[in-house]
């Protein structure tokens, strides 16, 4: 008999009148490997060969740790009017299941890096945390989910979204946000996630994680929710139950459509956007910090729906 995590909260919550905090399930170490893979790829800019290595990348892995995969390929037409391939990769654990989570991240990285102390505006970013941090976040939830499934009637996506940070942010954002908007206007059935956590910039060396503004207002009752789990399992020092302001990303097209959803972002890296932004300046303890509270949000989800 194999006993999972998801069935011992279960049983604790019902003997104890409360669950208890998760275990922890993610691995830091293979974390940061994955990150120095993708940023070993080279820049990961929509139409480079980077871009082409990454998403084949992905593709192999998310087939060999989930129960299936969907690919979503279109072509986004730039306002500069570049032809620009795009590649949404979702992992699924249990599809037919009617409830669900899903988790996002942007795996594409920015062609310029454009930031006002970057030291080579003309130069692209490496993007170990600003796309590799999130990416090697989901990857290991892929990993925690296929070692110890979830009851079959809970189910799990898990987005690997393309083009977030091709453009401008404006106001308005011009060739931005593509990946996530194409989901939003074509989600994968059965069902609407119960809700959705953008995972992004979640790497960083003493980065802290606060309370972005639009999750605030879409799903306040979700941001608790992950706040809450962050805070059981001890990274309340680093899930700070402070503000940050409004945040354009990932979550902001899938609020549109009518999904409740957050952003959990290490908002303020120095390293945004600028070439310094490489696997150097990751911290396992902040990727560790993310990673378990991403899977612990899920175990104690599925345990009491």
Same mark, same amino acid.
């Given at each position: 008999?194999?006993?999972?995590?998801? !069935?011992?909260?279960?049983? &604790?919550? @019902? #003997?104890? $009148?409360?669950?208890? *905090?998760? /275990?922890?399930?993610?691995? =830091?170490? +293979?974390? !940061?490997?994955?990150?120095? &893979?993708? @940023? #070993?790829? $080279?820049?990961?800019? *929509?139409? /480079?060969?980077?871009?082409? =290595?990454? +998403?084949?990348?992905?593709?192999?892995? &998310?087939?060999?740790?989930?129960?299936?995969?969907?690919?979503?390929?279109?072509?986004?037409?730039?306002?500069?009017?570049?032809?620009?391939?795009?590649?949404?990769?979702?992992?699924?654990?249990?599809?037919?299941?009617?409830?669900?989570?899903?988790?996002?991240?942007?795996?594409?990285?920015?062609?310029?890096?454009?930031?006002?102390?970057?030291?080579?505006?003309?130069?692209?970013?490496?993007?170990?945390?600003?796309?590799?941090?999130?990416?090697?976040?989901?990857?290991?939830?892929?990993?925690?989910?296929?070692?110890?499934?979830?009851?079959?009637?809970?189910?799990?996506?898990?987005?690997?979204?393309?083009?977030?940070?091709?453009?401008?942010?404006?106001?308005?954002?011009?060739?931005?946000?593509?990946?996530?908007?194409?989901?939003?206007?074509?989600?994968?059935?059965?069902?609407?996630?119960?809700?959705?956590?953008?995972?992004?910039?979640?790497?960083?060396?003493?980065?802290?994680?606060?309370?972005?503004?639009?999750?605030?207002?879409?799903?306040?009752?979700?941001?608790?929710?992950?706040?809450?789990?962050?805070?059981?399992?001890?990274?309340?020092?680093?899930?700070?139950?402070?503000?940050?302001?409004?945040?354009?990303?990932?979550?902001?097209?899938?609020?549109?459509?009518?999904?409740?959803?957050?952003?959990?972002?290490?908002?303020?890296?120095?390293?945004?956007?600028?070439?310094?932004?490489?696997?150097?300046?990751?911290?396992?303890?902040?990727?560790?910090?993310?990673?378990?509270?991403?899977?612990?949000?899920?175990?104690?989800?599925?345990?009491?729906?």
């Amino acid at each position: 008999m194999r006993v999972h995590p998801w !069935l011992l909260t279960a049983v &604790a919550l @019902v #003997a104890c $009148g409360g669950p208890p *905090p998760p /275990t922890p399930e993610f691995d =830091a170490a +293979a974390a !940061l490997a994955r990150i120095e &893979a993708q @940023v #070993a790829f $080279g820049p990961r800019v *929509p139409g /480079t060969v980077g871009h082409g =290595a990454m +998403a084949a990348w992905l593709d192999s892995l &998310a087939r060999m740790g989930s129960d299936s995969v969907v690919v979503q390929r279109w072509t986004h037409l730039s306002a500069d009017g570049d032809s620009l391939p795009m590649v949404n990769v979702i992992a699924r654990f249990n599809p037919a299941a009617r409830d669900r989570l899903l988790y996002l991240a942007h795996w594409d990285t920015r062609p310029r890096a454009d930031s006002p102390t970057s030291s080579d505006p003309s130069a692209p970013v490496s993007g170990a945390n600003d796309g590799g941090s999130g990416v090697a976040v989901l990857l290991g939830v892929m990993d925690a989910l296929q070692r110890s499934p979830l009851p079959a009637d809970a189910g799990v996506d898990l987005l690997f979204v393309d083009g977030e940070d091709y453009g401008a942010f404006g106001p308005p954002p011009v060739d931005v946000l593509i990946g996530s908007s194409y989901y939003a206007s074509n989600p994968l059935p059965p069902a609407r996630p119960d809700f959705a956590v953008v995972w992004d910039m979640v790497g960083g060396r003493d980065a802290r994680f606060r309370k972005e503004q639009y999750s605030m207002i879409a799903a306040p009752d979700v941001v608790a929710r992950v706040w809450r789990v962050a805070e059981q399992m001890g990274y309340g020092s680093v899930f700070m139950d402070a503000d940050v302001g409004a945040i354009t990303d990932d979550h902001v097209p899938l609020i549109n459509a009518g999904i409740r959803a957050i952003d959990v972002i290490g908002w303020g890296d120095p390293h945004w956007h600028t070439p310094n932004d490489t696997p150097d300046k990751i911290s396992t303890e902040t990727l560790a910090a993310a990673g378990n509270v991403a899977i612990g949000v899920i175990r104690l989800w599925a345990a009491e729906r």
